[in-house]
């Protein structure tokens, strides 16, 4: 399939799925960051989704919001999106931040965002969807669309390798488009405590509790993965393996949000 057949296949299915959704419920969603720069672009993306209401708690590990980030989120305020940004030390891990926002969030629905990938403005509300028509546990993201800054090429990856297949039910998604029921997430202790894994800790905890977790086509979220790593080591090499296409930079299109 294509790059434009599978945005036309997606629009097809976008449109199935919202005639029968005549209401939402509610979502919260965390974010934990340590870059001011990451930040700023995460906040420019987040004032695109097409989900016209969520809560926004942010995790500042180590630093201060910036001019432009408190000018960004009284965007968002106006956009009636309910922001609680906290502030947490150096020593506070991964794991703790994301937890303690997670615990002190109030949606029916938990959404964790990663401060370095690129989300498309229909993101948020495509996850619900899938959430709601498959009553899943846990919906997210394929691995189909990485971006390596060392490189400066984004590849389409074919749906062929263990974490690029999708419309299944799953052991995995992308960490960055997890969306979680809130009383599974709570159920398997949010998001632990570690400095890393703690993706793996969530999903591991709600497939624990007898949990369905449905992996969804990545199109609409691109992983990225810049030149160092902050939670762990990476080998480029390996996101260039059995691939349709490739784009020189970020893939602009306006499924990505990337397009203006």
Not at 34 to 54: E, F, G, V
Not at 156 to 168: A, C, D, G, I, L
Not at 187 to 202: T, Y
């Amino acid at each position: 399939m294509k790059f434009e057949e599978e945005v036309a296949a997606l629009a097809k299915v976008r449109a199935n799925h919202r005639v029968n959704i005549k209401k939402y419920p509610t979502l919260s969603v965390v974010l934990a960051t340590s870059r001011p720069k990451d930040l700023t672009a995460i906040l420019n993306q987040l004032l695109t989704q097409t989900l016209k209401s969520y809560e926004l708690l942010i995790g500042l590990h180590n630093f201060a919001l910036t001019a432009q980030q408190k000018n960004l989120i009284i965007k968002l305020k106006r956009q009636k999106i309910s922001v609680v940004v906290q502030r947490f030390p150096a020593s506070a891990t991964l794991g703790k931040i994301l937890t303690q926002l997670s615990e002190s969030s109030t949606g029916q629905y938990l959404a964790k965002i990663d401060d370095d990938d690129i989300y498309g403005p229909e993101h948020l509300r495509d996850l619900l969807d899938v959430a709601i028509i498959k009553k899943a546990d846990v919906v997210g993201k394929a691995m189909n669309y990485v971006y390596l800054q060392a490189v400066d090429v984004t590849v389409r990856r074919k749906p062929v390798t263990q974490v690029s297949t999708y419309n299944h039910w799953s052991d995995w998604v992308c960490g960055g488009t997890i969306l979680v029921r809130r009383e599974s997430a709570q159920a398997a202790g949010w998001f632990g405590e570690g400095k890393s894994q703690v993706d793996n800790f969530l999903l591991t905890g709600v497939k624990k509790n007898g949990g369905k977790i449905w992996r969804m086509p990545g199109l609409g979220y691109i992983y990225k993965r810049s030149l160092t790593s902050h939670t762990y080591a990476t080998n480029y090499s390996k996101y260039l393996r059995e691939i349709d296409e490739q784009r020189v930079g970020v893939w602009a299109d306006p499924e990505f949000g990337t397009v203006k």
